[in-house]
């Protein structure tokens, strides 16, 4: 009997322990976190560098693992591919994008918004790929996990938010971080100056905003109310909310395809309230502003004495 007593003991033991060690894991994670780079500049030179944007994986201990990889919205054509065949790999796919549940995403890339007009001139003006162009989202894989219109809108009046009261705090937001004396990105006329007389005028475009890009994150931190904002917490936890349903679905692999600036509260979420951590990152160059005359240049014979 007693031999029998301590076998049950051992498989019990599990089962006893998991439920009050799974909140001490969690907290161990939260406490160790530090807030990765989703979006970087990289400069080569005076007047070269590329843009990059970045997969990182997370895991958890029941084997559940969470690619976040964030979206630039302009991008390479090659960028669009290299995510694509990753995005082959995941069980599920999780996307954002503000549409009707039921409305297929190719009825949504001719829309007439402000957003989306200027996200095909900036693509034109640029000379890259729009990713509603270049990224397939048919695949069974692919899930919605963003709010439809109607929900988004109704949260935006509710909280009393628009595009003048973001652009306020963002710009609150920036003479703080000016005045603690951090550094931000700015564009100097100087650089307009070399944009408008360069023969290279889009890859001198993409230098200027590429620059902008990398302080994405701080930027879009300015939007961000006492509680949030509707355009990046809310949507952020309808987000979440499908991942725990995809996770329920038994799914082991899952990707989060959202914008850069989204990525650092997902990142948090993910950490401190799901349990996650960080195993790995990938970097991918979403813009290349090689200067094309470096390039062509013959390579300098080398003399040899």
């Known amino acids: ?16 322990i998991l439920p009050a060690a799974r909140p001490a894991l969690i907290a161990q994670a939260a406490e160790e976190f530090v807030p990765s780079d989703f ?22 201990g029941d084997g559940v693992t969470v690619h976040l990889a964030a979206a630039l919205h302009v991008g390479e054509k090659s960028y669009y591919r290299k995510l694509s065949e990753a995005f082959e790999t995941y069980d599920a796919l999780l996307y954002e994008m503000v549409k009707p549940k039921d409305l297929p995403v190719a009825e949504t890339g001719r829309s007439q918004s402000a957003i989306s007009m200027f996200q095909r001139w900036l693509k034109d003006a640029l000379e890259l790929e729009f990713q509603l162009d270049a990224i397939d989202y048919t695949p069974r894989n692919f899930i919605h996990a963003d709010m439809d219109p109607d929900t988004f809108f109704a949260l935006q009046k509710e909280r ?8 306020l705090r963002a710009l609150q937001n920036d003479l703080a971080r000016a005045s603690r004396g951090e550094k931000t990105a700015q564009i100097t006329l100087i650089d307009l100056i070399r944009i408008f007389t360069s023969k290279d005028r889009s890859r001198e475009l993409k230098l200027v905003l590429g620059r902008q890009f990398e302080d994405i994150e701080a930027q879009l931190a300015g939007f961000e109310g006492e509680k949030g904002s509707v355009i990046l917490t809310e949507r952020n936890k309808v987000a979440l909310k499908v991942l725990r349903e995809t996770i329920a679905q038994g799914k082991k692999t899952i990707g989060i395809f959202y914008g850069g600036g989204h990525m650092r509260d997902l990142e948090a979420r993910l950490v401190k309230d799901l349990g996650f951590r960080k195993v790995d990152s ?20 080398v003399e040899r004495f």
């Open 1 to 16: 009997m007693t031999a029998r007593w301590h076998l049950l003991k051992r498989l019990l033991l599990p089962l006893a």
């Open 39 to 60: 979006i970087r500049f990289v400069e080569e030179g005076k007047h070269a560098g590329h843009l990059d944007s970045a997969i990182v994986t997370y895991r958890r």
């Open 160 to 167: 009393g938010e628009s595009i003048f009261t973001l652009m």
């Open 282 to 301: 990938q970097w991918l160059v979403a813009w290349d502003m090689t200067d094309m005359n470096e390039k062509l240049k013959p390579k300098r014979k």
